[in-house]
């Protein structure tokens, strides 16, 4: 059975969700942006009409999202009470508390998503690291425990872009992850990835460390601004490899993007190399390859504007591509993230798909940033 102190403590953060989020001020705005879509030209700009429509339900699901909190925080209270006159029993009160308490945490959790690139859909892209068919394999491990997380929570998933390894596993995946809050959740998942086991390559069984890197970047919309430079493009075209039928190898549908990337304010140059082999239409494939540069070009000037954080984040541990963000060492039954220091010894849940943990632990620790 809960104690009063339980009770008051459930009580206090309903209370502290409530002045953190403005929920008052909210109700204003949604009421003034609902407003806003009955006038009878509201449809004639259907971007922007659409751009509203995105602002009016966001509102409405923070004010939905507390609203239920408060239903389930006042239920709370009054079968605690209830229990008193044994009108309820001691599992009914418990229950509604872990139910209480649950969506209390997913709203927090939730709350630390604030940046506008958040709530988008993510581009995951896995590379294998150096040593051959361990690091593939390891590779592949990793894209179906992402595969395996975007079902658990509902996402959809599409493989834009696959190229098998040489004996076993692959060299290379990209995601698209598609889902309400998808970047803001894997954002976490930003770095390398380190495996420590008995490797079946290996005839001797000897102990192995693998690597394979993990890049995440918000998928943009045609809402989003971004500037591309049509002359720094050039296109080739490839026959896609594996199953598929007659029409994979007859067909140049797999499509290679190049651009000619020149950073704005460093003015250094890179090549950008997208490669998609999505569907077998080569126009299609063009287009997504499009949509995933436009997404890269998006998350570099995210990451210039983050730039300006670096002070506040120079006491902390950096979160960034080339640090080793996680081990994962089957033998030991330890998946440890560097990062946060949470831990567990549930390897084949992990490897399942559960890493919501892990992203929770990073989100309360550096979300608020």
Known sequence: MITIEQLKEVKERTEQLNRYLDIPAKKIQWEEEQLRTQDPSFWDDQKRAEAQMKLVKGLEKWINGYNEIKTLCDELETAFEFYKEELVTEEEVDELYARTKTSIEDLELKNMLRREEDPMDAVLKINSGAGGTEAQDWAQMLMRMYMRYAEENGYKCVVSNLQDGDDAGIKTCTLEIQGEFAYGYLKSENGVHRLVRVSPYN??????????SVFVTPLVDDTIEVNIETARISWDTFRSSGAGGQNVNKVESGVRLRYQ?????????????????????QPKNKENALRILRSMLYDKEL?????????VEAGKKKIEWGSQIRSYVFDDRRVKDHRTNYQTSDVSGVM????????KAYLMEFGGE
Do not use: V
């Open 203 to 212: 005839a001797q069984g000897k102990r192995m460390t693998s690597f394979a």
């Open 261 to 281: 990337y020149k950073d704005p304010y460093t003015g250094e140059e890179e090549e950008i190399l997208i490669e998609n082999t999505e569907t077998r239409d």
């Open 303 to 311: 990451k210039h504007r983050m730039e300006e954080q670096a002070k």
């Open 352 to 359: 399942d798909g559960k890493i919501d943990a892990f992203i």
